[in-house]
């Protein structure tokens, strides 16, 4: 046999770009649950992959409203930006957004500063999100995750397990073939879904640029105020930050690669204020998205442990 | 600095531009251990510059500290290399990996898993274009060679590349790879693929992976990138006839009714003559919508809404055809079979089958034989293990639509879930239908259940009594054989032991033969319901699974369980066979409550413990039960 034809010049039929594939890819992922989940959620953390996530929900279900409403797990340290962003957006795409705090966390006063970064994630946000799901009793979570964020999840099915103690179970995953997914499940237990789970970083960016998605300001560079800690630029978005004697927050151009905590988000120094600057930088760039979020800076495992512990 | 920084830094919009039109091809590498698949994933990965230098670094630490290069970076360390899992036991099963260039972006899938090769191969083929079959030149083709290209075929990949690695070991020698890729095309040729190509590799080295090597001057094909990159996949779909199987009906209001889905072969347009399978219904599209506007034509792989002209029945599980090339439909087929659980396949046993969008209940009827996966050569056998593939008929509850796996991926496949446990337990690849255009009909016949039914005063169904051995159930169901007989109606109790010393007397007590044993019995008393009779059976029946079978045999509110619930210590201590003493004793194996499960179950109609109530009573609160529910008009 001879080698196949070169690819044929674009055309009514040529093949769909890698970003129409995608896309067709997750928009099928979503009405898949949306057909056989009882009572399906879609996570919605208000970063760039969860706008992306939004936007294709949209698209899947057009005309019709997304069958599912939107969770936003409330750690109550979420940039003020953020908070303005989801307000916005989930009422101009007809979203019913529930927000989640866990009160409990809240009454004990468990914040960043006071209890150092692993119990604030693991109370305000890891508890929080179990509650949340126990409490609603959701069958089926979406989730925005990638496969190309951290090691761990590149194993991770698409549609990924989850006992009635919210475990995953990476030894004991499902095979997961073609695009037909096993979505059974005995009571309380649950499936997270992860639809973006074949995008890399670049494929978000140029997604967004190409559909135009609204995303947070704190993606933009813009002169804010900031201090440095143990080496990440922290901005000081409320009074809630405690300054060391004499530390003054001075003002600087940043912007964020991903979007947390404040407390626990470091800012990288650019001047990038426009949707092609900010992807331009990201393309020369020398390090990857995620070192800016404190939660990874441990062994590389750590990951892997808090998904098995219930973190998304 | 990798291509993209160098045309990002120039101008980012076109580059975006330029990006945005890309194309994506999925595949999967093959390999034994330490043929070098991881370092070829790794080198292409680290080629096209997709690792930023925190990752870099921490490749160079691992490298110097784990790495089997010496001072040269270890490649391999980039894909399977993580110290933290494997110390934590961990194993990846398949994962999947991301790098583009300025033409493609390509998924990969990695498989690294040993033990469970066959079913991690499966995975990974299952949504390739193309598959690398990696082959050390200093081995040439061996048997794990033959095995990945059947697991490739068998799964449907039409494009191979045989990567000869590790050339740098055998000097360049045309001589070497001349004679790798004369074995391997000599095998191959049976195996039903659309194109080969052999490229002399050193996945170490960097030879004929970007661009070709000046070691191997002698090569007259492409480089490894340079053909990935070309390499045309996507003709066979789009020239296929139109299949839209529906994922979901969209109905925002009654005055839209829209069918979801991912077309998956062929293309569409406004006008176009459709047909529904398996109704046969008919119409025309009327509209391709997008949340962007109307299309004017939408091809293989869109996820689509369409809109038709007539108000027909369609709802998911349906698929859409072309009107004049319709999808075939079928209840009986024959489909390979790759096995993926430890628990074996037992033919006969429901499973839930799981199609493009579709789920059926069903069964393997018949194992036809098994496939040795590195030889090919067909084998007899009862069951599928882990990791063994079968050829199979399978019989399903209700006609699917399909086509043969060999013309549609995606319409040809399934996938079997365990109705116990909800696992996926194996999967499918539907060859073809066994019913032969549908002329295979039931025998119409004058005299029906409900004639039969009418002239005994009744509403025939399956009084099925389940519960431990000893639990009472056959006293019981005796008890409530009387009471009809007194009231005049007509029964018939099948009972465990009185089946098994005649119909069922070839049947000893492995879980094969259980489920066998129930199917039997059920398929009697079902005959027997047609016949109008009241059955009583009165058997263990440990399993969900078969208890559910049995239910779902018979119609809707012709199945009754009745859960004798009286607890094994209870049945234990009466013990009037003196079974329990033998089986403690070891005597009887695989008995049910001391070294086989039983499995009670969730939503039994009646359940009574004749450790609390007499027997008598329950015999009374069964009939009760069938006078309240109309089964004694
Ligand atoms: N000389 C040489 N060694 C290679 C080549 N490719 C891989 N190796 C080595 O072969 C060994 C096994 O490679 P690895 O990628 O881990 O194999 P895998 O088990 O298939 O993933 C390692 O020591 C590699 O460095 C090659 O092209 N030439």
Known sequence: ?312 | MSHAAAAAANDVIAYLDAHEKKSMLRFITCGSVDDGKSTLIGRLLYDTKLLYEDQLAALEADSKKVGTQGDKIDFALLVDGLAAEREQGITIDVAYRFFSTEKRKFIVADTPGHEQYTRNMATGASTADVAIILIDARQGVLKQTRRHSYICSLLGIRHIVVAINKMDLVDYSRAAFDKIEADYRAFASKLGFQSIVCIPLSALDGDNILEKSRNTRWHNGPALLPYLETIEVASDLSEAPFRLPVQWVNRPNLDFRGFSGTIAAGAVRPGDEIVVVPSGRRSTVKSIVTRDGELAAAGAHQAVTLTLADEIDISRGDIICAGKAPAEQTDQFAAHIIWMHDEEMIPGRQYLFKTANRMVTGAISELKHKVNVNTLEHMSGKTLELNEVGFCNVSTSAAIAFDPYAENRKTGSFIIIDRRTNNTVGVGMIDFSLRRAQNVHWQDLDVNKAARAASKHQRPCVLWFTGLSGAGKSTVANLVEKRLCDLGRHTYTLDGDNVRHGLNKDLGFTDADRVENIRRVSETAKLMVDAGLIVLVSFISPFQSERRMAREMVGDGEFIEVYVSTPLSVCEKRDIKGLYAKARRGEIKNFTGIDSDYEAPENAEITLDTSKVAAADAATAIVEHLKKNGYLA
């Open chain 1, 1 to 312: 046999p001879a080698p196949a034809r070169p690819a044929r010049a674009p055309g009514a039929f040529a093949e769909m770009s890698h970003l129409d594939r995608l896309e067709a890819e997750a928009i099928h992922i979503m009405r898949e649950v949306a057909a056989e989940a009882e009572n399906p959620v879609m996570l919605y953390s208000v970063g760039k992959d969860s706008s992306v996530m939004l936007h294709l929900a949209s698209k899947a279900f057009h005309p019709s409203r997304p069958p599912f409403p939107l969770l936003h797990v409330d750690t109550t340290w979420k940039f003020r930006d953020m908070y303005r962003h989801r307000d916005t957006i989930a009422k101009e795409l007809g979203f019913d957004l529930i927000v989640h705090i866990n009160e409990d966390g809240v009454r004990q006063g468990v914040g960043p500063f006071t209890h150092g970064s692993a119990i604030h994630t693991d109370i305000m946000k890891t508890q929080a999100l179990k509650q949340a799901l126990d409490k609603y009793k959701f069958d089926v979570a979406f989730g925005g995750a990638r496969r190309d964020e951290e090691k761990s999840r590149a194993k991770e099915r698409i549609f990924s397990f989850r006992s009635a103690q919210h475990r995953w179970d990476p030894k004991n995953q499902r095979p997961e073939l073609w695009d037909i997914y096993n979505t059974k499940i005995h009571k309380g237990e649950s499936i997270r879904v992860f639809p973006i789970s074949n995008w890399t970083e670049l494929d978000i960016w140029q997604y967004i640029y190409r559909e135009r998605i609204p995303i947070p300001t704190l993606y933009f560079a813009k002169e804010r105020p900031v201090v440095e800690r143990d080496g990440s630029i922290i901005m000081v978005d409320d009074d809630r930050m405690p300054l060391a004697k004499g530390e003054k927050p001075k003002l600087e151009m940043v912007r964020f690669r991903t979007l947390g905590c404040y407390p626990l988000t470091g800012a990288v120094r650019s001047s990038a204020t426009t949707l092609p600057e900010v992807i331009q930088e990201m393309l020369v760039s020398t390090s990857s998205e995620r070192q800016g979020r404190t939660i990874d800076h441990d062994q590389s495992a750590s990951m892997e442990k808090k998904k098995q512990e219930g973190y998304f």
